[in-house]
């Protein structure tokens, strides 16, 4: 599958954006989605993934209460909705994906190294 992300771009503090991302896969419900950051310097860190059918979701620390991601199934499209913007939270994001019945050991569902399919990225800037 084909990932295409879009949506960065740069807002102030306390501010929202919405990333989306496009895939290629028709048969896009095969998918586990999830969103990745990775900021100057850093390694790339879990920040969102949600189930195939999209009734499960799970955030890190620092996304919870802040970011929501979603998909449309019938669009191939997945969505983070981030409010409430920190100068922390600039860094290229991207969207990924893996096969939903991947075997993963327990703990390893936020590794980036459990997904094998990456997009582009997409850089987010906060300025304070």
């Known amino acids: 599958v084909q990932l295409q992300a879009s949506g960065g771009g740069l807002v102030q503090a306390g501010g929202s954006l919405r990333l989306s991302c496009a895939a290629s896969?028709?048969?896009?419900?095969?998918?586990?989605m999830a969103w990745f950051r990775q900021a100057p310097g850093k390694e790339r860190e879990f920040v969102a993934h949600?189930?195939?059918?999209?009734?499960?979701?799970r955030y890190a620390a620092s996304a919870e209460g802040r970011f929501s991601m979603s998909r449309d199934n019938s669009k191939a499209t997945a969505s983070l909705q981030m409010n409430y913007l920190k100068p922390e939270d600039t860094a290229v994001y991207y969207c990924?994906?893996?096969?939903?019945?991947?075997?993963?050991?327990?703990?390893?569902?936020?590794?980036?190294?459990?997904?094998?399919?990456w997009g582009q990225g997409t850089l987010v800037t906060v300025s304070s």
């Open positions: 990924a994906a893996r096969r939903r019945f991947k075997v993963v050991t327990p703990g390893s569902s936020t590794s980036p190294h459990i997904f094998d399919f």
């Open positions: 949600i189930t195939w059918n999209g009734e499960d979701t």
């Open positions: 896969e028709v048969a896009f419900d095969s998918y586990v």
